[in-house]
């Protein structure tokens, strides 16, 4: 039995038809063709399908379709529309991926962050990104990435 | 040779922002309409069994369910070196997770729900768990059929046993070496399995169109050995090279584990039955532990003999290689050992035995480091070891015995110039070796280690690569190369390498993941070898495309050939000050001459790297006699480690690494390497393992369980130390250093809490409940 949930993507309205028991993350990437949430786990550990729900990062693989009538969800695709944001030119800059695959997850759990402490210090970046799995980049060039002065102001 | 402009220099990544916005697409990304297919696998239960019996007829009655394959469907073996693998399970099951049927279904959820009603019958054979049991005279036989297998000529089998492959490489002689030493030391270190976790699936889709054709889009390492081992295995279908496409797409992540052929082959096999319909497989997590290439495990016996002026008079070495079910890539590993395991030392006696022995846990392979890491856990521990009998300094003794330039390797040939003296001296004064630091909290200690590294990528002796480079209209360029974009940057290298000859800035160049058909052959993207054979090739087709240049303004415009070069995107003349040619006035239309015709034409470049020194054939009781590697890649590294000393928690205080990379084409790429694989070693010593029940059944197939780091695991501070010191036959003098990071982790860890608190740990990981049971078990707790 599937019903239609009505929502706004990356600020415009959409719909689908999804089965009550449909994940987030495959209607986002099989609907909408949202595909930059990446499914890594598909249980909640690594935070690769990371996207933004009224503002809040959420692991889109352990949100249920249905929960996200009326919701505003925000994606990467959402946050590259306009002008490539400081955090994501920072992350150019400081070489913060290689295989690029957490990228994603990285910077929506990172925007929550700016949007809410625009000048974190170490340990709020390390917080706000302790769940997202990197294998790659070892994390440092990531926390310098948002630490640069150009993403968060203080120092 | 003039000042280099590009290569040496930090170039901003070429992918950067497709990967940064979310544009980068991985193979799941991808769309294939609405006549895709999705196949789902039924396992084995059992680490070892025969199939007596497969009923699919309920999965088959499921709507929506399209075929329920078997092994009966695809009577075809394969694999890298040695053919001893299926696409699915033919009368016997070796591994808990192996593939036995596949149930291909129009909906992915059909398709799970269907593979549930597959009845698989078994009859269980007893299990062999570990590689000493499988060496028991009365131990059950894995591969009765061993001795058929086809093999690569360099591997050599012993039929009727567990022993897939035996590496000997005799060097001197050991018995007269330890007379000579003045002390000889021997132990046993053990090192478990371990699981590469990109944070990517492996994944594949198959298309066989309706004129025969297949295309096959992977996440791979290795587009080109895909398509041959792909071909290979399907020619019973009649199916050649030419029929065969494969594209890879960015890949999140590989480390060894995406290389080869594992499970790519369901998605190219499966497709061969749903003509004009495309066949999605794709790997869940616990599946990416249980069903792809692990790390093997192995049990090293190491015994060294030294002179009280700490030089090293002979090391043995005999290694037992946990090679699970199939050893088609796995066995390459231990052979890359059995040539190397003495460690970045110049050693008159050497005898190492390394064995690649069959049992009923996954299939082992490559993963970064192939083997180095390994050995080098023994053997690194072991010099520390070593030093403290003797009253020496642990890197006195390194300097001492580090090899050189032109020193005999243990199979003959000669070793490559390296740095890595300079490196071990550079490390110990950034470490601040010699200086006792303590920590603030009186529950804690500090100490501090050392280990020194090398590496030679493991590939056959005609691994070549190619390259194709074409001039735009605007002389922007595009760079066709099959080696693979894994994470470590290895398109921005190469449009660096370009950029520097023919002047085009890299913003202007675009190089882009392979597709078999349209760019030229590369071996894999394997063995830290790309930046130096790909990078050869990419660096051939610059200087073919330069040179098509000058002689083509030389014959059109009668300008001395000697007086031209490129400088800022035009030729100029050393002789005609002033006087220069934008190259995009004329690298695709051409150069119009007095009479108004037009010379030239489209600029397009080709270039081609073949070792041609390598050979890997010698002689199989010594390995004397061959060149079977290319050239070592050699550096040394400290750490310094506080240890709570009642938890035996542990934090890296500071870990420091030099390489010698020869050149680094982009020193921000080659930190990219060192932090990244640093922390997956410090990993593997610290808290990764993969644990087995009694009946071979992973315990840990995920991330919850099975830990790998996050942020707050980092160390406080990584530093990164640049040697070069060139490779004669390497672009710009570059050699590898992507897996080289993470090979001295471990020993640093065990050599560390040894200088902190005086136990030694021989066995990986090692957890803070090891170093606590290791104090109490030495009345020191």
Known sequence: MKKTIHFKLNGEKTSMDVAPNDVLLEALRANLGAKSPKCGCDRGDCGTCTVMINGR?????????VEVEGCEILTLEGVSKGRIAALQRSFVKHNSFQCGFCAPGMIMSLTELLNHKPTPTEEEVKEAISGNLCRCTGYTQIVEGVMDPAVSKKR | MNELKVVGHSSERVDSLEKITGAANYVDDLNFGPELLYAYLVESPCAHAEIRKINTAKAERVPGVVKVLTGKDFPLSFGLYMQDRYVLAQDRVRFVGEQVAAVVARDPKIAKRAAALVEVTYKELPPVLNQMDALKKDAPLLHPGLKAYKHVPWFFPKGDTNIAHWRKTRKGDTEKGFKQADFVFEDVYTVPRYAHCAIEVHGAVGLYDASGRLTVWTASQSPYTQRNVFAEALSPLGISHKDVRVITPYVGGGFGGKAGVSMEILGAAFATKFKGKPVKVMWNRAQEFYNTYQRQGVEAHLKVGMKRDGRITAVEHLLYWDAGAYVEYGANVVNAVGLSATGPYKVDNIKIDSLCIYTNLPPGGPYRGFGYSEFCFGMESHLTRIAKKLRMDPIEIR?????????????????????????????????????????????????????????????????????????????????????????????????????????????????????TDRNPYEWQTVGSHVTWGCGNAVKKAAIDCREQILDLVHRTLHLERESLYLEDEAVKSRTKPGWELPLKNFVIPGIQAEDFTFKGGPIMGRGVFMPEFTSAISDPETSQGGHPNVHYTTGASGLTLEIDRRTGRMKVLKVVLAADVGKAINPDLIRGQVVGGMLQGLATVLYEDMRFDAKGRMLNPNFTDYKIPTVMDAPVETKTIIIEVPQPDGPYGARGVGEHTMIPAAPLIANAIEDALGVRITSMPITAEKVVAALKKEGKL
Request: a neutral charge.
């Open chain 1, 57 to 65: 990062a959420v692991r889109s693989c352990l949100i249920l379709a």
């Open chain 2, 399 to 515: 300097l001492k015995n580090a090899i050189k330039g032109g020193d005999t390797l243990a199979y003959g040939a000669h070793m490559n110039p390296n740095g890595l003296s300079k490196a071990i001296e550079e490390v110990s004064k950034e470490i601040g070796w010699g200086k006792k630091e303590q920590s603030s909290d009186p529950d804690k200690v500090i100490g501090k280690s050392f280990a020194c590294f090398w590496k030679a990528p493991a590939m056959p002796p005609n691994a070549s690569s190619s390259a194709f480079i074409k001039f735009n209209e605007d002389a922007s360029l595009n760079i066709m190369v099959s080696g693979m974009e894994i994470g470590q940057g290895l398109l921005t290298s190469m449009a660096q390498i370009a950029s520097e000859i023919l002047t085009v800035p890299v913003s202007k160049i675009r190089v882009e993941t392979p597709d």
